[in-house]
């Protein structure tokens, strides 16, 4: 995969929990309140990565990213990560409690008989 690695890995979270989407979690529909769940703490982590990156603790190694750099040297794919992955955490949380009302409208119902 080369460079395009750590996108295509992204690119395969999103693909994996968009049907949760479609199942009903209605995360990408509320778009106000998935910024407001992921944006601060992407934020936070953006900015210690840039610190890290300039004092030297970490990189990201050249053959496994584009080469695409924002401010502060922070790779395209670390952006990303930043907004794809608590995305897919929130689509998963979302499902889970759907799925738990159900299953208690479920066991609700089935002790009413």
């Given at each position: 995969m080369g460079k395009a690695e750590y996108l295509v890995v992204l690119a395969a979270c999103v693909l994996v929990t968009l049907p949760l989407e479609i199942a009903g979690a209605r995360v990408y529909r509320q778009p106000?309140?998935?910024?407001?769940?992921?944006l601060p703490v992407a934020l936070v982590f953006l900015v210690w990565d840039a610190v890290a990156i300039a004092a030297g603790v970490w990189?990201?190694?050249?053959?496994?990213?584009?080469g695409i750099r924002a401010p502060f040297s922070?790779?395209?794919?670390?952006?990303?990560?930043?907004?794809?992955?608590?995305v897919c955490?929130?689509?998963t949380y979302e499902i889970v409690q759907l799925t738990l009302a159900v299953l208690r409208r479920l066991v609700r119902q089935e002790a009413r008989r």
């Amino acid at each position: 995969m080369g460079k395009a690695e750590y996108l295509v890995v992204l690119a395969a979270c999103v693909l994996v929990t968009l049907p949760l989407e479609i199942a009903g979690a209605r995360v990408y529909r509320q778009p106000r309140r998935l910024a407001r769940a992921v944006l601060p703490v992407a934020l936070v982590f953006l900015v210690w990565d840039a610190v890290a990156i300039a004092a030297g603790v970490w990189d990201y190694a050249p053959e496994h990213v584009t080469g695409i750099r924002a401010p502060f040297s922070v790779p395209l794919e670390e952006i990303l990560f930043f907004v794809v992955i608590p995305v897919c955490g929130v689509l998963t949380y979302e499902i889970v409690q759907l799925t738990l009302a159900v299953l208690r409208r479920l066991v609700r119902q089935e002790a009413r008989r």
